[in-house]
């Protein structure tokens, strides 16, 4: 009995033990959005087919790593195989990780979901004994908001500012999350170019770049919250290792940075004094009505122009519409906008344009129109009045159920309007009289037989393709030769920017090597390099003059020169890559 007991209880243990497990582990449940979060998906077993969840909200940062580890102690295995992804976030709030999915023997094994939630970026320490420069006290994301306390309506402008030390560089952004701008009227400035400028900020040198400006009219008074913009930066770092030529080395990184959220307290615009008719127009502006004459004849007719010009916010009122008697058709305005959005806010003109058809002879006044704003500068209500206009029909039938007088008294007057146009016909029903059927004709043929004559196209092209897919070290070359001229051409651009220049130039002269010489950045010795070119049959003058020159690229990115002096090295650098195409 006790011998069939333990027969029993050792089956459940090798069952117990052949249990696939495969499950995934977070380093933390919560994290700032400026932080990295790494995910490990471990099993017991050799699962096979991977397959990694879609990382929705995250953007992969590293990965994925493999590890396997197999292990006996006491006669009994254990085996262990993780794969290791390094994510970050994109966006603040509860984010879930979803399934991964593996299998084995026949069968499909899930992990379970894991909710991260993400808050707003923490300040993260960093290591006292690291002496490198790092990207976190060297590089700022920055929104100056023109005015916090405004009107509603007020014209306020957003700038967003990246501040970067002199001694990174940065390479990519990528805008991870754009602002929102809830309950204000937004207008973008476009930014045609972003030009390097220096500044101060937090009390030391910096240079910075304006990504950024918006013109904002909030609509609605109180507290008003801009969210933030959120960039990933691609960065280039100078680190404490030399290369073989004993020249910095320079390690790339990325840092997200954010405005942070910007809250505007919006004040309304004061009761006291505030016309009933009063339309929401804010700022600074002069009000017309021009009618385009005043003198007509039967069958002519004139334009009412109703404008205002200014600056304010022009495209977020209404202008007041005219009066005209009876006796004046007046058809619907046609709307004009002339207006410019500078970083100071909205300048311009508005105007509403009626057309006005005379039916009877006589003298027909139109009354004045009254157009109020807010102004800033005094923080008062003005009202501006349009003088009345007359407008004389010269000749035409005269009114038969109503005596039509100048004046006041010309508006009360009850006068049927006579119908001006009359529609022949609303619809028409045409039909073409030389029909040709689309069967048989050239057009048909031509698209019956175009794929027919597209297939040794087809053939061709795929063989070719495949020839140059296959083509690897030609393929490395045309690559390499790309990037020569990519950098060189950057360099051009760059001539005025010492650091970027010379970057750009040092990584054009190394393509270039790699193109022609057929090697990789590992074997780039001065040594290898000059004996690979002597032995092409290159200029020794002109080997050495390159030599000089891709050492010279470190040094000159940190030491003062002249714009003079950039010239020439750009000059030279091309001299002596032409001379060496030629010798090659």
């Not at 309506?153 to 990519?172: A, M, W």
Request: proline content about 5%; charged content about 25%.
């Amino acid at each position: 009995m006790k011998r069939f007991i333990a027969v029993i209880v050792l089956m459940v243990c090798n069952l117990l033990s052949a249990q696939v497990q495969f499950e995934a582990r977070v380093s933390k449940a919560t994290l700032g959005i400026n932080e990295r979060l790494r995910i490990d998906f471990m099993m017991n077993v050799d699962g096979d087919n991977f397959v990694q969840p879609s990382f929705e909200g995250f953007r992969i940062i590293a990965g994925p790593s493999q590890q396997v580890s197999q292990s006996w102690v006491n006669g009994r295995s254990s085996f262990e195989k993780i794969y290791s992804y390094f994510l970050l976030p994109n966006k603040k709030g509860t984010l879930v990780i979803k399934q991964a999915a593996i299998e084995y023997n026949g069968q499909i094994y899930k992990t379970t979901p894991i909710k991260i939630n993400v808050t707003a970026a923490t300040e993260q320490p960093r290591d006292p004994n690291d002496t490198s420069v790092s990207a976190d006290d060297n590089i700022y994301l920055v929104a100056d908001i023109s005015k916090t306390n405004p009107y509603v309506n007020e014209p306020i402008t957003v700038v967003y500012k990246l501040y970067f030390s002199y001694n990174i560089g940065i390479t990519n952004s990528n805008e991870v999350s754009k602002p929102k701008y809830n309950d204000f009227w937004s207008q973008n400035i476009d930014i045609k170019r972003f030009v390097a400028e220096e500044g101060m900020f937090k009390g030391e040198k910096y240079r910075f770049i304006v990504l950024k400006k918006i013109v904002l009219y909030p609509q609605k008074s109180g507290k008003l919250v801009i969210e933030p913009l959120s960039l990933d930066i691609d960065v280039e770092l100078p680190s404490n290792r030399r290369d073989m030529f004993g020249r910095m080395v320079v390690t790339e990184g990325s840092k997200r940075v954010s405005a942070g959220a910007k809250t505007i307290s919006v004040k309304p615009l004061p009761e006291a004094g505030k016309p009933e008719d009063f339309s929401g127009a804010v700022g600074n502006f002069d009000f017309k009505v021009t009618p385009t004459k005043t003198n007509l004849k039967n069958g002519e007719s004139l334009d009412l122009v109703v404008s205002v010009t200014g600056k304010g916010n022009l495209k977020l009122f209404s202008l007041p519409k005219p009066i005209a008697p009876n006796a004046l058709e007046m058809y619907e305005a046609v709307h004009s906008e002339q207006v410019n959005t500078p970083v100071s806010g909205m300048a311009g003109k508005i105007s509403d344009s009626y057309t006005i058809v005379p039916q009877y002879k006589g003298n027909y006044p139109i009354k004045p129109l009254k157009f109020t704003y807010f102004d800033l500068g005094s923080r008062t209500y003005k009202t501006l009045s349009s003088p009345e206009i007359m407008i004389n029909v010269l000749d035409g039938p005269s009114p038969t159920d109503a005596t039509v007088t100048s004046g006041a008294d010309a508006n009360k007057s009850e006068i049927d309007k006579v119908e001006q146009f009359k529609f022949i016909k609303l619809e028409s029903n045409l039909l073409t009289m030389n029909k040709k059927d689309f069967f048989g004709s050239n057009l048909f043929y031509g698209l019956f037989f175009f794929p027919f004559l597209m297939l040794p196209l087809i053939v061709l092209f795929k063989k070719k393709k495949e020839a140059i897919d296959g083509d690897i070290t030609g393929n490395r070359i045309r690559m390499n030769n790309r990037l020569a001229k990519k950098y060189l051409s950057e360099a051009k651009k760059q001539i005025n920017n010492k650091e970027l220049f010379y970057i750009a130039l040092e990584k054009a002269m190394h393509n270039f090597l790699k193109a022609k010489l057929h090697i990789e950045t590992s074997e780039m010795s001065k040594d290898n390099i000059q004996e690979l070119l002597l032995s092409r049959n290159a200029n020794p003058e002109a080997v050495n003059d390159f030599i000089a020159l891709t050492e010279n690229c470190e040094i000159a990115r940190y030491a003062p020169s002249s714009s003079v002096t950039i010239q020439k090295d750009f000059d030279k650098a091309v001299a002596i890559i032409s001379d060496l195409e030629k010798q090659i």
